[in-house]
């Protein structure tokens, strides 16, 4: 069986296969997440509809044969960038 990717939001779940832009969802559970076949279109997903929209970082994970690992976490030590 392929990898499949899951992108998960720290307090609001994964996001839901039924995302729309205009109407953001969220999953409890990956069994109602959506998937992504490849690393780079979850991280092209995340970088294009979730971060310019989310003040708090995402995770990418990675199901392959059942075992959910964490491929990229959000980093808590990078310098916040002040807007003048």
Same mark, same amino acid.
């Given at each position: 069986m392929a990898a499949?990717?899951?992108?998960?939001?720290?307090g609001l779940g994964f996001i839901h296969k039924n995302w729309k832009d205009a109407e953001p969802q969220f999953a409890e559970s990956?069994?109602?997440?959506k998937t992504w *076949?490849? &690393?780079?279109?979850?991280?092209?997903f995340g970088a294009q509809k979730l971060t310019p929209r989310l003040r708090m970082g995402w995770e990418l994970w990675q199901d392959e044969e059942g075992t959910m690992q964490p491929?990229? *976490?959000? &980093?808590r030590d990078m310098p916040r960038i002040k807007k003048n």
């Open positions: 499949q990717y899951f992108i998960q939001v720290s990956k069994a109602k997440a *076949k490849t &690393r780079q279109g979850a991280v092209d491929i990229m *976490k959000p &980093r």
